[in-house]
């Protein structure tokens, strides 16, 4: 059996800033096997982006816990809790990636400057990952200089370039039309295959649910249905 | 290191904003830097005047001379003093003098002076009397002959030839009253000191006191104005008789004026930064409200709060950077250029000399002084981007990612 890399314990969140306290996750048990390949599905406001937040130690829960590798991340101090996510997470938002001021390659290369890689595995890793995400030769691009595929490819890219436990992917495609999603999603999965990085995302695009293996749906801030849809890979 | 590189990109973002930030600063330090070498031009060139003129670096007198003045009080080792002075390196040039307080009466008017008996070649010697004359001769070797500043003759409505009547008291405290001679009359930039001050041969005013060959007061030049400090300690230690006093002690207000500059700076400068850390508190607050979600990015991916902090920090010292040297290299050349030029205020000048300041003013200010004002700039900027620094570290990722 794979090593668990995820376990999420009786997870909830209650918001309580508004007027009414709103239950966004309750009472959730998820476990995240290495090399998964797992979609967060389920409609608007169910509760996807809170539980990415929870796992990737962005929010805290307000009840039960969440283990990373062995590591109990709920309660961490807060300058522990960015190294632990710069050591072990990697992240893909929607939109607003990069670091504008900031090229392709120096956006990528900023990750491995803060974990303290040496320089010439820095600039060799930069090389190797925008060669797997297809943009050998737009290094020197700075984001404004590259469309909105490129710039989600570039931020697959910097969230791999810190060696991660996992990925985490919030609508990772939401802005992109469907050609370019397909080729993004294309992109996770051969990473998913050859180096059996797990891949965490949450998505509304039927399709992008299709290329998932494993489809947790999420109502009302409760897992509804967590099934295996594709054949498993076999190694 | 990649925050420097993020930070210095960073200002350029928003073009227009940094620059107009950053040329506030350049006016600001420029207009700061060349009041203070325009007021430090001002100063220098009153105490310059008045050691050049009058004081001199540093003067001997009897212990209870300066009290009130009474003729009987000469020094009493003038002869060893003037003999260590002629061997002394430091020394350019000094100047015995007889000194006697008189009212002056012309035709017209009288007036409080202060009469100097002097060896005519010494005293231009150290203070270049000859040349400042603009009538008459300095002295011809006649009994009597005066030498007066302008001001005085305009006061006494006094010409070359005119006579002039000086009272005083003599060694024994008995009245004396005699009639001098005008024989020339000198003008200097700085108006207050030609205004009581009579010359006249040291033989002649020696005779009228009935002093001798007595001596109340001896001023030095020296070579360096460095030195002052040092040399007159050293003579305080070899004439234990006499007082020996360095123009800092004979005249507090210049001492004031030269040591209360820095002071001074530090106000004017710290008034001008003051406004401006209003404005960087303020664009830089805006850049962070910006860049809201890129900080949650930043923060989210592994950034942590001190190097937020850093990040911010550097930014705004950078604008200060840019802007602070800029605006002193601007004020540094408007310096140069007024200082060999100077500055006329002749057109406003009548007050500025009545209270001692030259007319033409020469802008001058010291490296060090330049040097200051960049720190306080730096230090300027740290202040100012705590604030906004703080602001951000405030920031939680989730929000920020949340309003993407
Ligand atoms: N900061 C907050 N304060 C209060 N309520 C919040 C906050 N963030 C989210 N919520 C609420 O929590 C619930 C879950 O929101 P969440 O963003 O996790 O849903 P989602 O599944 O990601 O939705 P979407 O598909 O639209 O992104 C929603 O009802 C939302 O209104
Ligand atoms: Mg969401």
């Known amino acids: 059996m794979a090593r668990t890399v995820i376990d999420a314990h009786e997870l909830s969140k209650t918001y309580t800033e508004g007027p009414v306290p709103v239950e966004a996750v309750k009472d959730v048990h998820l476990h995240i096997e290495a090399g998964e390949f797992i979609a967060l599905v389920g409609p608007s406001g169910s509760g996807k982006t809170t539980l990415l937040n929870m796992i990737g130690g962005l929010d805290e829960p307000t009840k039960g816990k969440v283990v990373i590798d062995g590591t109990d991340i709920t309660g961490m101090k807060e300058n522990k809790l960015i190294d632990f996510r710069l050591r072990n997470i990697g992240f893909v938002f929607q939109a607003y990636n990069l670091i504008p001021v900031l090229t392709a390659e120096e956006n990528i290369e900023f990750i491995m400057l803060l974990q303290g890689t040496d320089k010439d595995e820095r600039k060799q890793r930069v090389q190797q990952l925008l060669e797997e995400v297809g943009l050998q030769g737009k290094g020197s691009s700075r984001p404004s200089e590259l469309s909105g595929g490129q710039q989600q490819r570039v931020a697959v890219a910097r969230a791999l370039a810190s060696k991660p436990k996992f990925v985490l992917a919030d609508e990772p495609t939401a802005n992109l039309d469907s050609t370019t999603a397909a080729n993004l999603l294309d992109i996770m999965e051969k990473l998913n295959k050859e180096e059996g990085m797990t891949f965490v995302f949450s998505t509304h695009d039927p399709r992008v649910i299709q290329r998932a293996r494993r489809v947790v749906t999420l109502v009302d801030g409760e897992i509804e249905k967590d099934e295996m849809v594709n054949e498993p890979m076999v190694d | ?404």
């Open chain 2, 1 to 404: 290191m990649m925050i420097l590189k993020i930070a210095w990109r960073n200002i350029w973002r928003n073009r227009t904003r940094s620059l107009v930030l950053i040329l506030s600063i350049v006016l600001g330090m420029w207009a700061g830097a060349f009041i203070m070498a325009f007021y430090w031009g001002m100063s220098k060139q009153q105490v310059d005047d008045t050691i050049q003129q009058n004081l001199s670096h540093i003067q001997f007198h009897h212990p209870d001379f300066r009290e009130n003045f009474e003729a009987k009080y000469t020094i009493a080792d003038g002869d060893q003093v003037v003999a260590d002075l002629q061997q002394d390196k430091e020394v350019k040039a000094y100047s015995e003098r007889v000194v006697c307080m008189a009212m002056a009466a012309s035709a017209s008017k009288s007036t409080g002076v202060t009469l100097y008996g002097i060896v005519p070649e010494q005293e231009d010697a150290l203070t270049g009397l000859k040349e400042k004359l603009i009538a008459g001769d300095y002295f011809t070797g006649k009994k009597n002959e005066v030498v007066v500043g302008n001001k005085l003759a305009e006061k006494l409505h006094l010409d070359v030839r005119k006579k002039i009547v000086c009272t005083f008291q003599d060694e024994q405290g008995e009245i004396v009253s005699v009639a001098l001679r005008v024989s020339g009359i000198f003008k200097t930039r700085n108006s207050r000191l030609e205004e009581g001050m009579i010359y006249m041969q040291q033989t002649d005013l020696s005779a009228l006191l009935g002093t001798g060959n007595g001596i109340h007061e001896i001023a030095v030049l020296l070579a360096d104005d460095q030195q002052v400090d040092a040399v007159t300690d050293q003579w305080k230690q070899d004439f234990p008789a006499d007082d020996v006093e360095s123009w800092k002690e004979l005249s507090p207000e210049l001492r004031l004026i030269v040591e209360s500059f820095n002071q001074y700076m530090f106000i004017i400068i710290g008034i001008i930064l003051l406004a401006l850390l209003f404005g960087i508190i303020n664009t830089m607050l805006m850049a962070i409200l910006e860049r809201t979600k890129e900080l949650g990015v930043l923060m989210s991916v592994g950034l942590n709060k001190t190097k937020v902090f850093i990040m911010i920090l550097l930014e705004t010292v950078f604008i200060a950077l840019v802007g602070g040297p800029l605006g002193l290299l601007l004020a540094w050349c408007t310096v140069q250029l007024t200082h060999s030029s100077g500055i006329d205020l002749s057109m406003y000048s009548k007050g500025l000399e009545e209270f001692g300041y030259a007319s033409i003013v020469y802008p001058e200010l010291g490296m060090s002084s330049y040097f200051s004002i960049l720190i306080m700039v730096v230090a300027a900027a740290l202040i100012a981007s705590v604030f906004p620094a703080m602001r951000a570290l405030k920031l939680k990722p989730v929000e920020a990612i949340r309003k993407i």
